[in-house]
């Protein structure tokens, strides 16, 4: 029973505690979603995209959500489990009515709810009781943050509920021992709070037409008022690091100079990896430039319903981040490397930017809706981006040749690399992907794996992507349609009607591979260099330009800086595996928004006594092992 309790102690502190302050970009585990109330979030998500995704959303009810624990969808489940008949919903969806679909998915889940509550009250056995209410409580989460941002009071006063209904349910104890009768009048006037809430705000025959779709009550949206709810992302969605992680090389530490002694690269990391820089909702769902790139390179699983079509890629110009800026085209493209970005220009996949700073600048303010930056800021981003080095290959010298090392299939491949091909209008490969140009000629080219928008356009022409570190970048082509660098090289052979032979296929597939490859590709960690070390040095080394900005009284830039870095140092202690040093981190965190505040109320000296001290905290605990 105590664990039991605990459960739903836990989930409710979520409705009863108001948490502030900026959003740290170190993203935290969610919770499993039970199939309806997945579905149902789902629903509220693709529902506010434009135009509306209508297959997405049967498809969220009859099939399990991503990276579900459960093997069956939405609409099996509520068979399987319940009373209720879906059938009004699925015709909803059918007439693709999206207010009939938002109503009848309310309606179906706030049922759920009420069945679960009747069988907690209905069965005598404890343990029964208690599981009917931590499934209604876990339904009651669809709701919860909507309920949350209209009415704090009703917010606590049902969190209150949902602990007197689990604790008044009695316990079957352990062998006999520590039996307790359930409270049959607490649990009756607790589930009421719950019932009635959910009568008059959720179970209607009629609700008001939404505009936005939400979990916001009923009562809430007929008074009128301006609610802002904050933004979530579906079941479904992972915006979590890959593993194993990028490995990052920088121009400037392979020449063995410290970050610190570069304040503006050191500024412009701290940017990279801020999820303040955008607008809402990518800055409150703590996103930022290292979620899709991590460690200048490609986070292969971020994936984001209604905005991915696979892990690894992600429509930017859709509703979500930037409705203004919506292109009305379902386009998610494949997530570039930013390695070697001083050598890959002109930017974007179809080279329509020639200036980084301009391309950069697109990214924030167009497509995730951001302010816009100030000239330090560019200035910043751009001198950090442009030390991104690509991946060491032994294999592989500066000019783009095998070394002795490669093998005997990738040196007859790079024959093929180079032999001229009718089919490519007498050119070879070698003359888009330029060896000694880091396999790349900066000019954008239509070979066909773009379909025409209408007759006669003339708008598949990408721009030509560099042939390094590949072969960790699948898949490939601009929508990720080619799992493997064979299929690559299949595609050209079929497509251009190259007349490869199978050896040739495999030959020039090795010499891909080879020119993709990498001495160490990957960060590696071990007990010594933990992912939290890695965290901590690259956090410190953001705060470090404060010794800069502080005498310039930069409070702008300062403030940007530290609402940043405190926030993800206290999002990273929390994955410390040294449990006691935690406390410490979390002390140094709230030194550095001690900066922060002391700027904000113009109070520079205790701004300067604060940010003495962190620098003195941060050396004690870096001597330390975590």
């Not at 498809?59 to 069956?72: C, D, H, L, Q, V």
């Not at 570039?336 to 890959?344: V, Y």
């Not at 933990?530 to 470090?544: N, P």
Request: aromatic residues 8%; negative net charge.
């Amino acid at each position: 029973m105590i664990r039991n309790f605990l459960g739903v102690l836990l989930a409710t502190l979520a409705s009863v505690l108001v948490l502030s302050g900026p959003v740290a970009a170190t993203p935290a585990k969610e919770t499993p979603w039970l199939p309806e109330a997945a579905a149902y979030r789902l629903t509220l998500f693709l529902g506010n995209l434009e135009p509306l995704p209508w297959d997405d959303i049967e498809t969220a009810w009859r099939e399990p959500y991503r990276g579900s624990e459960f093997s069956i969808g939405a609409l099996a489940w509520v068979d399987r489990e319940s009373d209720i008949d879906a059938a009004q919903l699925l015709n909803a969806i059918t007439h693709e009515d999206r207010q009939a679909v938002f109503a009848e998915a309310t309606r179906l889940i706030a049922l759920r709810i009420e069945e679960e509550l009747n069988r907690a009250v209905a069965v005598e056995d404890p343990a029964h009781a208690q599981q009917a209410v931590r499934t209604a409580r876990e339904l009651y989460r669809a709701f919860e943050d909507g309920i949350a941002a209209a009415e704090r009071d009703a917010a606590r006063q049902i969190g209150l509920a949902w602990l007197e209904l689990n604790s008044s349910m009695g316990s079957a104890g352990v062998l006999g021992a520590g039996v307790t009768s359930a409270d049959r009048n607490t649990m009756v006037a607790a589930r009421r709070v719950i019932s009635d809430y959910l009568a008059e705000n959720y179970i209607i025959d009629d609700f008001a037409r939404r505009q936005t779709l939400s979990a916001l009550p009923e009562t809430a949206i007929l008074s009128g008022r301006a609610i802002e709810v904050p933004p979530s992302l579906p079941p479904g969605s992972d915006i979590f690091d890959q593993d194993p992680l990028p490995l990052l090389v920088l121009n400037f530490e392979e020449q063995g100079i410290d970050e610190t002694d570069l304040p503006l690269v050191a500024y412009g990391d701290m940017l990279f990896d801020s999820a303040q820089i955008f607008g809402s909702p990518a800055r409150d769902l703590g996103l930022a430039c290292s979620t899709c790139h991590n460690r200048s390179d490609v986070n292969q699983r971020l994936f984001i319903p209604g905005a991915s079509h696979q892990p690894g890629a992600i429509d930017v110009d859709g509703a979500f981040f930037n409705p203004i800026f919506n292109d009305r085209r379902d386009d998610p493209l494949d997530i570039p490397s930013l390695r070697g970005l001083r050598f890959t220009g002109p930017y974007g996949r179809d080279g329509r930017f020639a200036s980084l700073r301009d391309f950069t600048r697109n990214v924030i303010v167009n497509e995730f809706g951001g302010k816009e930056p100030t000239p330090f800021m560019m200035d910043a981003l751009v001198a950090y981006m442009l030390e991104f080095d690509f991946l060491p290959n032994s294999m592989l010298t500066t000019d783009g040749r095998l070394t002795d090392t490669a093998q005997e299939a990738a040196r007859r491949g790079e024959e093929i690399f180079n032999r001229p091909f009718a089919g490519l209008g007498d050119r070879s490969c070698a003359s888009c992907h330029v060896p000694d140009a880091n396999f790349l000629d900066r000019q954008a080219h239509d070979i066909g794996s773009v379909s025409p928008a209408y007759e006669g356009a003339r708008a598949g022409a990408l721009d030509t992507p560099t042939l390094l570190g590949t072969a960790y970048t699948a898949p490939y082509f601009h929508d990720g349609s080619l799992p493997t660098l064979a299929a690559v090289v299949d595609w050209f052979d079929e497509t251009k009607s190259l007349g490869l032979t199978e050896e040739d296929r495999a030959d020039l597939t090795a010499y891909l591979e080879t020119v993709g490859a990498a001495d160490e590709p990957y960060e590696a960690f071990d007990t010594e260099n933990t992912a939290f070390r890695l965290a901590f040095a690259e956090l410190t080394t953001f705060a470090s330009t404060i010794d800069t900005l502080l005498p310039r009284r930069d409070a702008e830039h300062i403030l940007l800086l530290t609402d940043t870095v405190a926030a993800d140092l206290s999002a990273d202690a929390s994955t410390m595996s040294n449990l006691p040093a935690r406390p410490e981190v979390y002390a140094l965190a709230e030194r550095l928004a001690a900066v922060g505040a002391a700027v904000r109320a113009d109070d520079w000296k205790a701004a300067e006594a604060s940010w003495t001290a962190f620098k003195s905290e941060a050396d004690a605990i870096e001597e330390r092992a975590f």
